[in-house]
């Protein structure tokens, strides 16, 4: 395909550097077809794909990131912002679906389109599924290349979408609120990368990383075996009196949910192996900027978390330790690349041949639709996920666990998993000793935590 670009070189924000640590070229990776984020939503109300092509086409005009391409050319990388084009759209009629399966048979439709590959040489960097049960009640899937977006990103775009459809059907101009693109926010983020403020987060990395290595999980299968390389999700529920339990408790120190779960974890690190030196990586927003809130991008940034349990005699004495550190870190939240520039030998843990990370994160956002009406459709988020997958979208290196607390009150995990490395029976395991260490602390948070 013929295509004309701009001519302009872009610097790349300090995340598109990070993604770059972990190139493998076009063909996986970061880079590769299969790093991908895919969201779908329950769309009820007679929808016309004319309107939502069209919808669509103006989705891709206003958001800049969707049609731009990280080039990585030897040591010379920046991004190239390409013209406007039309996403693919397939429109697709399900079988006959009884209305109590319907929810099962769209999370399946989720699970297919995640297995499925979609390269960054076929700009737009989004397309589009609309599968109908019926003509009133059908699944709309948007599948978005992760070097181009991030889960809030997604949340931007189907409102972005919404509005741009209810406008093409007759209901009003779009009213969304005015847009900042990527470009700029990279721009922004080099002129402020050397602050006093930087200086002092610079600093503050330094001390705490001192002689830190990210903590590793030990992998089934040697790196050097050179086995074939997928990422599958393993999915879990937590009940939901056993959340209600954990959360009162969180509230009741002051911790997040985030903070919470982060902190069973690392109990849970501190049995299996014995030390009390542990450094979680997690997923932060990295969005502290409000500019910037309304941009579709790829803004997360890789942040570790070094916790000492040293002296911890129960629970509650972890979450305050955690806590501590986590709003330690928020605090001086900078790029993943500065951090490792103040402590290079935390990535180590990446390169052993029997080791991988496991990263941690908890989904808190701070919109997302239910049974919300624009227009003439009625949208909710498919957010609720239960089915475990053999073949999944792409986690570059390791392991990710993704928890987050539905509205049916019950926590959802997913705990994907690179198969070249770990085989499906030892992550099983972990997460079901997950759950074992959390009902066991929530029963008692003020009981003597177990010797080691």
Same mark, same amino acid.
């Given at each position: 395909m013929s295509i004309d670009t701009t001519t302009e070189r872009i610097p790349?924000?300090?995340?598109?550097?990070?993604?770059?640590?972990?190139?493998?070229?076009?063909?996986?990776?970061?880079?590769?077809?299969?790093? %991908?984020?895919?969201?779908?939503?329950?769309?009820?109300?007679?929808?016309?794909?004319?309107?939502?092509?069209? &919808?669509?086409?103006?989705?891709?005009?206003?958001?800049?990131?969707?049609?731009t391409l990280v080039v990585r050319d030897g040591e010379t990388r920046y991004q190239r912002i390409?013209?406007?084009?039309?996403?693919?759209?397939?429109?697709?009629?399900?079988?006959?679906?009884?209305? &109590?399966?319907?929810?099962?048979?769209?999370?399946?439709?989720?699970?297919?389109?995640?297995?499925?590959?979609?390269? %960054?040489?076929?700009?737009?960097?989004?397309?589009?599924?609309? /599968?109908?049960?019926?003509?009133?009640d059908a699944v709309l899937v948007l599948i978005a290349h992760h070097s181009a977006v991030d889960e809030w990103s997604t949340q931007l775009m189907i409102r972005d979408l919404a509005a741009c459809y209810a406008e093409r059907s007759g209901h009003g101009p779009r009213n969304l609120p005015e847009t900042v693109q990527y470009r700029e926010y990279a721009v922004w983020e080099r002129a402020n990368a050397d602050t006093a403020a930087v200086d002092r987060a610079r600093e503050y990395w330094r001390n705490k990383l001192s002689g830190a290595r990210i903590f590793p999980m030990r992998t089934?299968?040697?790196?050097?075996?050179?086995?074939?390389?997928?990422?599958? /999700?393993?999915?879990?529920?937590?009940? /939901?009196?056993?959340?209600?339990?954990?959360?009162?408790?969180?509230?009741?120190v002051r911790s997040t949910p985030f903070i919470f779960l982060l902190a069973v974890y690392k109990v849970l690190l501190r049995e299996m192996f014995g030390s009390t030196? %542990?450094?979680?990586?997690?997923?932060?927003?990295?969005?502290?900027?409000?500019?910037?809130?309304?941009?579709?991008?790829?803004?997360?940034?890789?942040?570790?978390?070094?916790?000492?349990?040293?002296?911890?005699?129960?629970?509650?004495?972890?979450?305050?330790?955690?806590?501590?550190?986590?709003?330690?870190?928020?605090?001086?939240?900078?790029?993943?690349?500065?951090?490792?520039?103040?402590?290079?030998?935390?990535?180590?843990?990446? &390169?052993?041949?029997?080791? /991988?990370?496991?990263?941690?994160?908890v989904h808190q956002f701070p919109f997302v639709m239910k049974r919300e009406r624009i227009g003439d459709l009625e949208y909710s988020d498919l957010r609720r996920r239960v089915l475990s997958q053999d073949v999944s979208t792409d986690i570059p290196d390791g392991a990710l666990w993704t928890l987050g607390v539905d509205p049916s009150g019950e926590i959802i995990g997913n705990l994907g998993f690179n198969t070249n490395l770990f085989e499906k029976d030892t992550i099983v395991k972990i997460a079901q000793e997950y759950r074992r260490v959390l009902r066991e602390l929530v029963a008692d948070p003020d009981a003597p935590l177990k010797r080691i």
């Open positions: 790349l924000s300090f995340n598109q550097e990070f993604l770059c640590m972990f190139d493998k070229g076009d063909r996986e990776g970061p880079f590769g077809p299969e790093y %991908i984020i895919v969201c779908g939503w329950r769309v009820h109300g007679v929808v016309d794909p004319e309107k939502l092509q069209g &919808a669509l086409d103006d989705l891709v005009e206003r958001h800049e990131s969707l049609r390409l013209p406007p084009s039309s996403p693919h759209l397939e429109v697709r009629d399900l079988p006959p679906t009884a209305p &109590a399966e319907r929810d099962r048979r769209a999370e399946e439709l989720l699970i297919e389109m995640e297995s499925g590959a979609y390269g %960054i040489s076929e700009p737009p960097l989004v397309r589009a599924v609309l /599968a109908r049960f019926d003509p009133q089934d299968h040697l790196r050097s075996e050179g086995l074939p390389k997928r990422t599958a /999700a393993h999915r879990f529920l937590i009940d /939901a009196d056993l959340t209600s339990r954990a959360l009162r408790i969180a509230r009741s030196d %542990i450094v979680v990586p997690t997923l932060t927003l990295g969005r502290s900027q409000a500019r910037f809130h309304e941009t579709v991008g790829s803004f997360f940034n890789y942040v570790p978390l070094r916790t000492d349990l040293a002296g911890c005699e129960n629970f509650r004495d972890v979450i305050a330790r955690t806590r501590r550190t986590c709003l330690e870190a928020y605090a001086n939240d900078i790029p993943f690349s500065r951090i490792v520039a103040e402590a290079p030998g935390l990535v180590e843990s990446f &390169a052993g041949d029997d080791r /991988a990370v496991f990263a941690f994160q």
